[in-house]
Every structure is written in C-alpha cells, then in structure tokens.
C-alpha cells in the first residue's frame, strides 16, 4: 500500500455538538456548511424511527451563495441518541450489535464504543468538486487532506534530495503550506505535523489512533516517536547549520513539524 502524507493540527474550535461545530467553522472562513450524520436502519428501530440506511440532513448554514459547500458529518451523533435514550445498558442489548450476529462482543469491544461517547469524531468535505478535499476533526486536533502535494517517500526526497535547491519545487511546497497555514490559523491552531500514514513506528497514529489523544498527548508521542529524524521544515529551509546536521544524519524523516514561522 501506498504511503500518504497525513497532516495533523491543533486547533480551538467548539466540538460540544455538530451544530456548535457548524457555527464556529462558518464564523472562521467563508464557505457554506450542511451538517447532519449517517443512520443505520436497525439502530433507527431501536430509536422508535422507521427509516432505511440514509445520510440525515440536520440543517445547513449558507453563509454566501457563491461560497463552496462542504458537508460535515458527525460520526458518533446516532451512537449518542441512543445513549441518551437508553444509557449504558445499551451496550448490553444486542440488537445495537448489527454486525455480531444477534451476540454480544467481548467486554473489551464494549468498552471501546463506548470511548466514542467521549472522544469526538467529525469529518468534512467540499460538495462541489470533483476532487478529494476532506477535513477530520477532534477535540484539539484535525486532519487536514484539502491541499495535495505527494505521497510521504516524494515528500521526504524533496529535502534529503536538495529539491529545494530548485524554486519551483520550493513554489510548489510553499502553496501546498500556505493552504495548511490557512486553515490551521483559521481554527486557533499554530503548528502542524506532518506524518508518514503508513508508519512502522507510530502505531496507527495518522491512520486516526490519534483520535483518542489530547494534543499534548498526541506531540509527546510524535516526537518521542521520531526523535532526532522529526524534520522542522521552517528551519531546514532557512537555518543552514540545522539543514547541514540533518542531512549528515544521511536518514529519512520520520516525521515533519511546521510552524509556517518562514510562510506569515
């Protein structure tokens, strides 16, 4: 399998409700948000609701007309419906079970939906476009996959390689950050990681085990993870003696930090 780029954010924005969410996201950029969550059939029984598989539609913010339209989906919203109705013991009805065949999961199962309950779990993406613009969102951090650059290996090569010897890869690079710089800003972030979504070593983070980490959490595991091969790139495009040490380590980065300090 391919390896990615997964750049990850901090970020300030209200993740209570999706509808919270909704409001602070359009009060930050221009764009158009509808907000809603994916139901399931069996579990819109157990609601007393009798409908189908179906994407629902809460409401929609139009804050311009001519602004793009993205969707943003609350991943955990019917899990917390039923909660509210039934509590805990709805973990122990096995009808929420759809996929254990009417039995109940192990104990270890159990307690793993129900961290969803605590841990938010948002996605957004742009509606009016062919390509693939996708946002993920957590308490105090967000995936960002609106801007491309390259796959982790060409994004690597680009400073062990001296490609940024050459402006125009140096352009393209600085494009593909400012896009990053812009939205992280945007949310009350300040800094973004940049993470290899195959790693050997990061046990699933960037591949969303992120999920469940605060944001300090999430930095103390990347760079005691990384160590010296975490690769601060407003440094190594403009501190000569760090790009000479690095490069002397003749090793890939294992993982990337940006302030967009060189970029404001």
């Known amino acids: 399998m391919g390896r990615d780029i997964s750049p990850i954010g901090n970020h300030k924005l209200k993740t209570a409700s999706i509808k919270e969410l909704a409001k602070d996201i359009t009060s930050r950029i221009d764009i158009n948000v509808e907000y809603g969550y994916f139901g399931q059939k069996e579990h819109f029984k157990l609601l007393g609701k009798n409908k189908e598989n179906e994407l629902i539609i809460i409401d929609k913010i139009v804050k311009h007309k001519d602004f793009k339209t993205f ?6 919203f019917q899990l917390k419906e039923m ?10 009805n096995p009808d929420y079970w759809v996929y254990f065949d009417g039995k109940l999961p192990e104990e270890n199962r159990i307690l ?11 996605s957004m993406d742009l509606q009016d476009s062919n390509g693939y613009q996708y946002l993920t969102l957590n308490k105090e951090h967000y995936g960002n996959d609106i801007p491309y650059y390259s796959r982790w290996w060409t994004f690597c090569r680009f400073f062990i390689e001296k490609s940024y010897e050459d402006k125009e890869y140096l352009i393209n690079l600085n494009n593909f950050r ?10 009350g972030g300040d800094r973004i990681y940049y993470l290899d979504d195959q790693s050997d070593i990061l046990e699933g983070v960037g591949q969303g085990s992120e999920s469940e980490l605060s944001w300090v959490e999430f930095e103390k595991f990347v760079i005691e993870k990384t160590k010296n091969l975490l690769l601060d790139i407003p440094k190594f495009l403009n501190d000569k003696e760090y790009r000479k040490e690095f490069l002397q380590l003749k090793e890939y ?7 967009f300090s060189d970029l404001k």
């Open 71 to 76: 969707r943003l989906i609350d991943e955990s």
């Open 83 to 92: 909660h509210s109705k039934f509590g805990n013991e709805l973990f122990y």
């Open 178 to 187: 400012k896009v990053l710089m812009y939205y992280t800003l945007k949310f």
């Open 112 to 122: 793993e939906e129900q961290k969803e309950l605590v841990h938010p779990n948002y």
């Open 253 to 259: 980065p294992l993982g990337m930090i940006d302030n």
